[in-house]
Every structure is written in C-alpha cells, then in structure tokens.
C-alpha cells in the first residue's frame, strides 16, 4: 500500500482488501431499540454533514457505524459497504486513520460554526464555556487519531 494511487478510499482495489468486523449485535432489545435510533441520528447527520457547510459528516458517520455494530447488522452491513462512504469507514476502523483533507475540514468547520455560536448566539457564560468544552474535546479526539498518510507512509 505505499504505492500513492494505491489507498483505502480508492474505489477500485485497496478498498475491497479491508475486511470489516462482523456486528456483535446486543441481546437486550431496549438497547438494541436506543442504539439503533442513535445509530439512524447519527447516519442523517453524517449524510447531512457532507451536504451542509458547517456540519462535519465523517465524526456522525463513524458514530453511527459503532450504533448500528451494536443493534443491526443489516445496516451495519449497509453503512459498511455503502459505495462513497463505507471506504472511508472501512479504513478508519482498519486503523488507517483520517485522511488529513477530513481532520482540517471537520477541525475548521466545527472551530467556525462554534466560534459564531460562541460570539453571537450563546447568551450565556456557562453555554460558552460548555461549548468551548466541545470543542476542544472534539478536536483533541479528531487529532489523536492516525493519520491516512501518515499510516501508509510508515506501511
């Protein structure tokens, strides 16, 4: 995989080398029902993130595949293998990382859209410094997780 045309978002090739983890659904149906509705929150704000400027998709993508792990497998299956985002997702939970394109466009997004939130429409000191918190965690995580070229170039 050090070849440069050669990644886990080709759609081609690489792809189809990454075996994904069968779904360890859980036996309590109450948590099965939840995470399966956190599962479908997540997949429409995914898909809504990479059609709404301020939204970042990847982090309710990855989420919604750890939901749909734990409650179905057909739509585990389904996000998995979906033909523009499973790559991605596939990759990630290979341990290739996030591409860095994906790390600055979701750290850059979410410092604008909270940085507005911040200056104009939290009205209190608290709900600033809550999402501050945010995103400061948010961006630590993003940050501490592998880098796509980074991982290949070490391959």
Partial sequence: ?????????????PALLIEAAPAEVM???????????LGFICLGLGI???IVPLLP????LLLATYFFFKSSERMYNWVINHRWFGPLI????????????????????????????????ADTI????I???????????ILTRPTTENVLTQA
């Fill in 131 to 141: 999402l501050v918190a945010i995103a400061i965690a948010v961006s630590t995580f």
């Fill in 48 to 50: 809504a993130g990479y």
């Fill in 90 to 121: 596939r990759a990630y939970r290979a341990g290739y990382g996030i591409p860095r394109r994906i790390k600055i466009y979701a750290i850059g997004l979410m410092a604008v859209s909270i940085g507005f939130s911040v200056a104009v429409a």
């Fill in 27 to 37: 036996s309590n149906p109450v948590g099965r029902a939840i995470y399966m509705l």
């Fill in 1 to 13: 995989m050090s070849d440069a045309r050669q990644t886990p978002f080709n759609h081609e090739q």
């Fill in 126 to 129: 608290t709900l600033r410094v």
């Fill in 57 to 60: 998709g990847t982090v309710f």
